[in-house]
């Protein structure tokens, strides 16, 4: 299986949202709702220090009552947060995501954030990874230049 550094050559051009721990819950919902996404990466300066996901906003912001003009990512983020490094399997990243109920790991390298892997990274890998596995049975099978339907 493939490594998150395979993932983050993948998508190097991918960059990585996050905020800042000083930043209002309403600004870190603003950019959820911008780019489209659930989570983001909490930084102090440039560590990495928590992630701020939807369900932070619904637990810890709407269930409570606070006012998101105010209240800070850094006071309802999930911290400290799980992360990850270059040379971790997928398989490795797969069991902790599994085990945690989390869908993001944060790539870290010597205290600095790299990038981010989703559970939807390791499923389009594993995808990738079993089309190539079926082709080279059925070429095994059936030849290398079968005309083989679908």
Do not use: W
């Amino acid at each position: 299986m493939s490594t998150v550094r395979d993932i983050l050559n993948r998508h190097a051009d991918r960059d990585v949202a996050s905020v800042s721990h000083s930043d209002t819950v309403l600004d870190a919902a603003r950019v959820m709702n911008e780019r489209r996404i659930g989570s983001l990466v909490v930084l102090n300066g440039d560590h990495v220090v928590g992630i701020f996901t939807e369900r932070d906003v619904l637990t810890r912001v709407v269930a409570e009552l606070r006012d998101p003009q105010t209240t800070k990512v850094g006071d309802v983020m999930t911290s400290p947060c799980l992360v990850c490094k270059p040379e971790d399997s997928l398989l490795d990243c797969q069991t902790v995501m599994t085990q945690q109920r989390i869908r993001h790991l944060p790539v870290v390298e010597d205290g600095s954030l790299l990038g981010i892997l989703t559970q939807g990274d390791i499923m389009a890998d594993t995808s990738r990874e079993s089309q190539v596995e079926i082709r080279m049975l059925q070429d095994y099978l059936y030849g290398p230049n079968a005309n083989i339907p679908g």
